[in-house]
């Protein structure tokens, strides 16, 4: 089980309605506690060979699948495959670009079709897992629902996330704290939902030290020629 779906039941969160924006394989879904439980989930994923395997996979469970990339509009957009790291190619920045020297190769990219977040948000979301590559802010900025809990990606190695400040904006705006971070994503609570521990504030700190320093050391050994 994902470290979001442990923390949830840990402090006895609520939730009837869970949503993952970036599914990838099913087994590592980040929301696959909870479907599990048979909690309804809407589950997104760009690649439709993925999706067509997510609906396959989780049959029997009372989930919804949109075989759809998320985006700033609604029509086409061109997806460039890079395993679990797939993209958008119009996004400012994503992790395998800025980690792993990828480059977009007119081979490995396919049209997709793309969709504003409100057209699929019934506002009934309490719990959104959103990972896609730099794309995120997309999804908080047509977001119908104001979960619970919310996880996006915002960092890791040499990737900062493009839109981290709207991100944070649009949090404070909304009445969200961050709770907790691990490698790669940040986890918010709305206010009022939890109360982070004095454990986790400390845990919190640490983990924003060790983020900052991956940064740095990566920085450092990249203009030094070594990934």
């Keep these: 089980m994902s470290t979001l779906y442990q923390r949830v039941v840990e402090k006895g969160i609520t939730v009837s309605h869970v949503c993952e924006v970036g599914v990838f394989e099913p087994e590592t879904s980040n929301v696959l ?6 909690i309804r989930a809407t589950l997104v994923e760009a690649d439709p060979d993925i999706a067509r395997r997510v609906e396959q996979y989780f049959s029997g469970h009372p989930i919804t699948v949109h075989a ?3 985006w700033d509009y609604s029509g086409r957009q061109k997806l460039a495959r890079a395993s679990a790291s797939s993209f958008i190619v119009d996004v400012k920045s994503s992790p395998t670009l800025a980690n792993d020297n990828y480059r977009i190769d007119e081979a490995n990219t396919f049209d997709v079709d793309c969709l504003v977040f409100s057209a699929i948000d019934d506002g009934t979301i309490d719990l959104i897992s959103i990972d ?4 995120e802010w997309y999804v908080l900025k047509y977001m119908v629902s104001r979960p619970h809990v919310i996880s996006i990606e ?3 190695k040499n990737y900062v996330n ?3 400040a709207e991100i944070a904006d649009w949090m404070q705006q909304n009445g969200y704290q961050i709770w907790y971070k691990d490698h790669t994503d940040s986890v918010y609570s709305r206010q009022g939902v939890t109360t982070p521990t004095l454990m986790e504030r400390t845990a919190l700190l640490f983990n924003e030290f060790n983020i900052v320093f991956r940064r740095r050391k990566g920085r450092v050994l990249k203009s030094l020629g070594v990934r």
């Design 33 to 38: 506690g909870f479907i599990n439980h048979d």
């Design 68 to 70: 759809v990339a998320i």
């Design 132 to 135: 896609i590559e730099g794309g």
């Design 154 to 156: 915002t960092h890791g």
């Design 162 to 164: 493009p839109f981290m």
